[in-house]
């Protein structure tokens, strides 16, 4: 009888071990952000540093002076991260397969968990520096310059106030409602936020028995984020609808 209750007592010793770590594990999750593994950023060019930060994102100004009188002169500067487990950062690319001025950060397993975006600015040219860092190459007449840019960990509800499945025209559809973040772009390049923004609506329905054709679906999202933007709500996307590529669904008005 003794040795059953120990066993007992052991048993759900565990339990609460397990489950406690477990609370820790989703806390962390559910707090991490990228922001915190970013550290200063080096150029031989920096002269001052000027940062912004609000919840999980931090907007950062700097200011970049050339050594030289060369109007030719490269600017350059490096952002570098410290990343503990396994993330890696990769540039975007437009629909042409040209490399944009965002960036994403993955986690080991491929899921989008942060973003990167500079300026809309064509003097600007990404590099990947590792798989932790992003090098920037500015070529600019301009003596003194600023670049801004922003690096950030959003969640689905920053993102959107909901998404549920629905019936229209008698097809079941992916009905959203995107919050302002997804359409207010200002100056800074927005690749990185759609691509992201994506994965969290992935995160909560790609495990719905109605959730199939995940490519037909994504471009049909990128197209409502693209165009539609928030002149017109709900964004809804259809697995029915035929996977056609994203210029296709474009020419469809989002809906092939």
Same mark, same amino acid.
């Given at each position: 009888?003794?040795? /059953?209750?120990?066993?007992?007592? #052991?048993?759900?010793?565990?339990?609460?071990?397990?489950?406690?770590?477990?609370?820790?594990?989703?806390?962390?999750?559910?707090?991490?952000?990228?922001?915190? !593994?970013?550290?200063?950023?080096?150029?031989?060019?920096?002269?001052?540093?000027?940062?912004?930060?609000?919840?999980?994102?931090?907007?950062?100004?700097?200011? #970049?002076?050339? $050594?030289?009188? !060369?109007?030719?002169?490269?600017?350059? $500067?490096? #952002?570098?991260?410290?990343?503990?487990?396994?993330?890696?950062?990769?540039?975007?690319?437009?629909?042409?397969?040209?490399?944009?001025?965002?960036?994403?950060?993955?986690?080991?397993?491929?899921?989008?968990?942060?973003?990167?975006?500079?300026?809309?600015?064509?003097?600007?040219?990404?590099?990947?520096?590792?798989?932790?860092?992003?090098?920037?190459?500015?070529?600019?007449?301009?003596?003194?310059?600023?670049?801004?840019?922003?690096?950030?960990?959003?969640?689905?509800?920053?993102?959107?106030?909901?998404?549920?499945?629905?019936?229209?025209?008698?097809?079941?559809?992916?009905?959203?409602?995107?919050?302002?973040?997804?359409?207010?772009?200002?100056?800074?390049?927005?690749?990185?936020?759609?691509?992201?923004?994506?994965?969290?609506?992935?995160?909560?329905?790609?495990?719905?028995?109605?959730?199939?054709?995940?490519?037909?679906?994504?471009?049909?999202?990128?197209?409502?984020? !693209?165009?539609?933007?928030?002149?017109?709500?709900?964004?809804?996307?259809?697995?029915?609808?035929?996977?056609?590529?994203?210029? $296709?669904?474009? /020419?469809?008005?989002?809906?092939?």
């Amino acid at each position: 009888m003794k040795l /059953l209750k120990k066993s007992l007592y #052991l048993f759900f010793a565990i339990l609460l071990v397990t489950a406690l770590n477990s609370h820790s594990n989703i806390a962390f999750a559910e707090s991490y952000s990228v922001v915190n !593994d970013l550290e200063e950023p080096t150029s031989p060019n920096l002269v001052h540093t000027e940062s912004i930060y609000k919840g999980n994102e931090m907007k950062e100004t700097v200011t #970049l002076t050339k $050594l030289t009188m !060369d109007k030719n002169e490269i600017l350059t $500067l490096t #952002l570098p991260f410290n990343f503990k487990n396994g993330e890696y950062i990769e540039i975007n690319k437009d629909e042409n397969n040209n490399f944009v001025n965002s960036a994403n950060i993955y986690n080991k397993e491929g899921t989008s968990i942060g973003i990167i975006s500079f300026e809309k600015n064509d003097d600007i040219q990404l590099q990947s520096h590792g798989d932790d860092a992003i090098e920037l190459k500015i070529n600019s007449d301009e003596q003194v310059l600023d670049i801004t840019y922003l690096v950030a960990s959003y969640n689905y509800e920053d993102y959107f106030h909901s998404s549920s499945w629905i019936e229209r025209d008698s097809l079941i559809s992916l009905s959203i409602n995107p919050k302002p973040l997804l359409w207010e772009s200002g100056m800074l390049e927005r690749t990185s936020i759609r691509n992201d923004s994506w994965q969290k609506v992935l995160d909560k329905h790609q495990e719905d028995s109605q959730f199939y054709n995940e490519n037909g679906m994504k471009d049909q999202y990128y197209c409502h984020f !693209d165009f539609a933007k928030g002149n017109k709500v709900p964004w809804n996307i259809e697995p029915s609808r035929p996977d056609v590529g994203y210029i $296709l669904t474009v /020419l469809n008005a989002c809906n092939p």
